[in-house]
């Protein structure tokens, strides 16, 4: 997910910091040296990441749009310059602003707040600004939260003590909350001074941006990947006493399946898979620099040529136009397939299914699938015209069948008059007529409605009573049984009242 960094360049930022009599710096140097730090992080382990820098103090100011490129966001720290005073309400207006132009409102963002705990003076102030959170017009809303889903750091070059002899610690909690409390709040341990920057900086890298290793098995096959974006830790609202359930270290493939059969399945996040090579020698995870520049073709050419799993999986998947079903970890189970990002590249994906034992209700649980060869006969047919998928469920779904729905007068009598059609078409429409009388019975039984039964019951005995003498006899005897049928019906306390109970053509001798 994309990155801005908001960096504080307020008068505040340039107080002095005295570190063992040597050289003072201020805090604005403290701050740049813990942003290269993570710069250089990002850029040897994270490099997928795209970053923007701004400052800010009354206004801000985008010093470096969305990019990978890690020695710009670099320099740009660099050949930053001191302005005025802190105003965080107007640098978080020009946050929304840039990411929404470049991602949407979709895209998940992490903003990670550069500053050293001041919130300003006098009106824009942070403190003014939540004071006055109840008292704007629409116009004037606060930006928080925004509309995109937010992971706010706030990284105050300050200790815990210092910011919290005023309401400093306070505020910022409550620009926390507001963002959603999906973040965290880091400050210096012990006085301040280089080493401290360095490690509050650590544990945010730690928390946020530290890539995910996992092994990719598939039977006695196995690859060492990085998953990019990390995956979050997925809560369920459906549990009673709800638990963060996060992906396994251990990615194991239980089977492979077509695309048209798995089709377009609703998933909660996607993901890069990435292969990695393991240097057995000095015991380090990919091909980063070393010190000796002559020894990196070397190394990097040595990672080409080794046989990569992922490698294989990948070509195979994109040749045969299949998905490789993958378990995440107990009863949670995601796909493995090749999604291209033009003619010429494509890239191994991982998309994540909602934890449970059937995230696809087409497939049945996962568990249930097995291989085509332990089938009687191939599901598929021999020609591969046929497909077991999707499975039919055994009880019938009540938005697949006919329902009937009387929301206006004119749906009421356009069923009444159709019975009445086909009792005047008796016995050549006997089916259809007992047909559409037992959907009326059962709607009205539904309803409540036993006076509908007790009137269609009249209307048949008077159709009995105006049948031509022409008329089958056969007629006669279906109208007055079906009016019977309904009279009792009607009563509401007669077996033949039941819901499940059908109206059956009375047996006569006569033959049409």
Not at 107 to 124: A, H, R
Not at 247 to 263: C, H, N, P, R, Y
Not at 402 to 424: E, F, H, P
């Amino acid at each position: 997910m994309p990155t801005v960094i908001l960096m504080d360049v307020s008068l505040s930022m340039t107080r002095p910091v005295s570190l063992d009599g040597i050289e003072e710096f201020q805090r604005k140097n403290l701050a740049v040296h813990g942003l290269n730090m993570l710069f250089e992080h990002m850029a040897s382990n994270y490099r997928l990441e795209f970053t923007a820098l701004m400052a800010f103090s009354s206004l801000w100011e985008l010093l470096v749009p969305f990019t990978r490129d890690y020695n710009a966001l670099q320099e740009a720290l660099s050949s930053l310059e001191d302005y005025d005073k802190t105003c965080v309400e107007s640098a978080l207006n020009g946050v929304n602003n840039l990411v929404q132009q470049e991602w949407g409102s979709a895209c998940p963002c992490q903003l990670v707040l550069v500053t050293d705990g001041s919130l300003g003076i006098g009106k824009g102030s942070l403190r003014h600004s939540l004071q006055t959170l109840k008292h704007r017009g629409d116009d004037k809303k606060f930006p928080l939260p925004f509309p995109f889903p937010t992971k706010l750091f706030i990284m105050c070059v300050a200790n815990a003590e210092e910011l919290q002899m005023t309401d400093a610690m306070d505020n910022l909690e409550e620009l926390l909350r507001l963002s959603g409390g999906d973040g965290q709040i880091f400050t210096m341990d012990g006085p301040l001074c280089m080493k401290s920057v360095q490690g509050m900086f650590g544990r945010l890298i730690d928390y946020a941006y530290s890539p995910f290793h996992a092994v990719l098995h598939c039977g006695n096959l196995s690859s060492d990947v990085q998953v990019f974006p990390r995956p979050e830790p997925v809560v369920m609202d459906e549990e009673v006493e709800p638990m963060p359930r996060t992906v396994s270290a251990d990615l194991e493939i239980v089977g492979f399946i077509e695309i048209a059969d798995i089709s377009s399945p609703p998933v909660i996040s996607r993901h890069l898979v990435l292969p990695i090579a393991v240097n057995k020698d000095v015991d380090e995870v990919g091909t980063g620099a070393t010190d000796e520049l002559e020894e990196e073709p070397s190394a990097s050419q040595m990672a080409g040529k080794s046989p990569n799993f992922c490698v294989l999986l990948h070509g195979s998947l994109k040749v045969e136009g299949m998905v490789a079903l993958v378990q995440l970890g107990p009863e949670w189970y995601g796909m493995l397939y090749s999604q291209a990002d033009s003619k010429k590249k494509s890239n191994l994906m991982m998309s994540l299914f909602e934890p449970g034992p059937e995230p696809l209700p087409w497939l049945g649980k996962i568990s249930y699938l097995g291989p085509i060869s332990e089938a009687a006969e191939n599901p598929y047919g021999e020609d591969d015209s046929k497909s077991p998928f999707p499975l039919q469920p055994q009880v019938k779904r009540s938005y697949a069948q006919n329902v009937t729905v009387w929301i206006k007068a004119s749906g009421l009598q356009t069923d009444v008059q159709k019975i009445l059609r086909n009792a005047r078409k008796l016995p050549d429409k006997t089916q259809t007529f007992y047909k559409e009388l037992n959907r009326l019975r059962k709607a009205a039984l539904a309803f409540g409605f036993w006076e509908l039964l007790k009137g269609v019951a009249d209307l048949l005995e008077r159709e009995c009573t105006m049948l031509p003498d022409s008329a089958h006899p056969d007629a006669a005897f279906q109208l007055s049984h079906a009016a019977q049928q309904l009279k009792l019906a009607s009563t509401g306390d007669s077996q033949y009242a039941a819901f499940d109970h059908n109206i059956v053509p009375m047996h006569t001798d006569f033959s049409s």
